[in-house]
């Protein structure tokens, strides 16, 4: 008779990550991929494991106002191939963010971060991008540009959380 103690996929609680790529301290892409393919890994968490998928879910919006150093706009490419002789076709990052948006530049540059396993799809998965900051995971989200947000229950007032408080104390 076997039993699992500890590790199954029941214990892992996913939290919900906000990145607004508009901020004025938003890092360059590069680095920026590496802490969100943290992350979507799960190894900021005390239970990480290579082989389980444990990670959270990430929320990037404004990716219209991707940040890139350099001249890589211009000079980074991006292949495509069909398997058909002569249709390899190449994009740069200019043409990617026209044709497709920053979203998926920036979903090319986690991929690549994550490990290249079984698990790299669905943990990509968990990653949503937006061009704008509209989004609709408001509802979700528990920590935003790295800090926990504050949770309120909406059927509370103001001076009714002020009192909850006072009898607590």
């Not at 540009?145 to 504050?150: S, V």
Request: some cysteine; glycine content about 8%; aromatic content about 6%.
């Amino acid at each position: 008779m076997s039993q699992t103690i500890g590790r199954t996929r029941l214990a892992y609680s996913r939290t919900w990550h906000h990145v607004s790529l508009s901020a004025a301290n938003t890092p360059p892409l590069g680095r920026l991929a590496s802490r969100i393919a943290i992350l979507l890994m799960g190894k900021h968490k005390p239970i990480w494991d290579p082989s389980t998928d444990c990670g959270d879910y990430v929320v990037a919006t404004s990716c219209t106002d991707l940040f890139v150093t350099g001249r890589k706009m211009q000079q980074k490419k991006y292949y495509t191939h069909t398997t058909r002789p002569g249709s390899l076709k190449e994009l740069n990052m200019e043409g990617m963010m026209r044709k497709w948006g920053g979203g998926e530049v920036l979903k090319k540059a986690v991929r690549g971060m994550l490990p290249k396993n079984r698990l790299r799809d669905k943990r990509l998965d968990r990653l949503k991008v937006f061009e704008g900051p509209a989004h609709p995971y408001k509802e979700n989200l528990l920590k935003v540009d790295g800090r926990t947000r504050g949770v309120v229950r909406p059927e509370l007032k103001i001076s009714e959380l002020e009192q909850e408080s006072e009898k607590s104390l």
